[in-house]
């Protein structure tokens, strides 16, 4: 609800400064065939105004270069770009409030097709070459689709109707061997786990409440980060917490609890070397918090770090990556949710090696 008000601000802002539409039109579209080592960014854009756009960072050369999807194919990326999932040679792009997925080539940029019938998707994970799954936020099923003909064949019932939040709201997903965990993020406190040989949860895991973000450690440990949720929220307000878990046999093995009720970390990732976890210490309500900023913690740590290894200080933290290669790690800045953002990339040891300038809201990397 927060989120929203902000977008609400910020069309007010936007709306101030129209675009001539007639001029979106008016450009040759880019073509390009790069096959450079990069990372795109997801920018979410606000909601409900459709200014959701995807960039492109050449690793190597340290170009930006931003608008790839509307410049290559003179189409709006729609509302809300949730994630981004590349399978071979194509990129899926979750656009989570315009309910589809775009398909695009990784070098080009253009279009192949789309996957439509969806709700309010939010991932997409590919089991293998002709079956994919697609959480969603508000449906009660995660949706299984073919990649090659973009279609819907079959979905996986998540309804949780004996509970006044009717079902689990999926979203990320890790796989290790052939099972699936499904972290359950809004009004809720569940892992679901999918086998899928028969595409079916067949057993779920309660963490503290609110888990938006999971990692599978070098020794099999599922780690989960859970927010705790916000005050007032219907679904009540617990201290957000890091969950260690035995991704074996489902059990949990540790619960790392954080001491202020005020922080709610997200956005957990982990290292090339999958011995070291980072996350970013912020509100999900604002963003403004004492000590903000990008945290690291070894997976053999008995407590939770205390000080900041990137700080966040006036800027407002909102994604994180690190780069499976190098571990290189990129940091975005949504400024203030209304204007362009910025993206912050270090070497593994917190040197900066560059910023520059993406879209409305980065939230999301995706590594080629």
């Known amino acids: 609800m927060k989120k929203l008000i902000i977008y609400t601000i910020c069309i ?129 099923k995660i949706t299984i689709i073919n990649p090659q003909s973009f279609s819907i064949i079959d979905n996986i019932n998540v309804d949780n109707s004996e509970t006044k939040f009717l079902q689990h709201s999926t979203d990320q997903m890790l796989q290790y061997n052939n099972f699936v965990f499904v972290n359950c993020w809004s009004y809720d406190n569940k892992i679901l786990v999918i086998d899928t040989d028969i595409d079916e949860v067949i057993d779920s895991i309660e963490v503290a409440k609110q888990p938006n973000s999971m990692v599978i450690d070098k020794n099999n440990k599922l780690w989960v980060l859970s927010d705790g949720g916000f005050a007032d929220s219907p679904y ?46 912020g509100n999900w309500g604002n963003g403004n918090i004492e000590n903000g900023g990008v945290y690291k913690m070894p997976i053999n740590s008995e407590t939770l770090p205390n000080t900041a290894f990137i700080e966040q200080k006036t800027r407002l933290f909102y994604g994180l990556a690190i780069d499976p290669n190098n571990s290189d790690i990129y940091i975005s800045d949504a400024i203030d949710n209304c204007q362009n953002g910025y993206v912050y990339r270090y070497n593994a040891k917190g040197f900066p090696v560059d910023t520059f300038k993406v879209g409305i809201i980065p939230g999301a990397f995706c590594f080629k």
């Open 12 to 140: 007010l802002a936007l709306l101030q400064s129209c675009m001539d539409d007639d001029s979106l039109h008016d450009f040759n579209k880019l073509q390009i065939n790069d096959k450079s080592k990069g990372v795109f960014i997801i920018n979410e854009g606000n909601f409900m105004y459709g200014n959701a756009s995807l960039s492109y960072y050449n690793i190597e050369t340290k170009q930006i270069t931003n608008n790839v999807f509307y410049e290559s194919n003179d189409l709006p990326l729609g509302d809300v770009a949730q994630s981004m999932t590349i399978n071979d040679s194509l990129a899926y792009i979750v656009i989570n409030n315009s309910g589809k997925i775009y398909v695009i080539n990784i070098n080009t940029y253009k279009y192949v097709g789309k996957i439509t019938g969806l709700v309010s998707p939010r991932y997409i994970h590919f089991i293998n070459d002709e079956k994919a799954y697609v959480t969603d936020l508000y449906s009660k």
């Open 236 to 281: 009540g307000q617990d201290t957000a917490a890091i969950t260690k878990i035995d991704a074996d046999n489902f059990k949990l093995e540790k619960i790392y609890k954080f001491s202020s009720l005020n922080s709610s970390p997200t956005k957990l990732k982990i290292n090339g070397s999958k011995d070291t976890l980072s996350f970013i210490y």
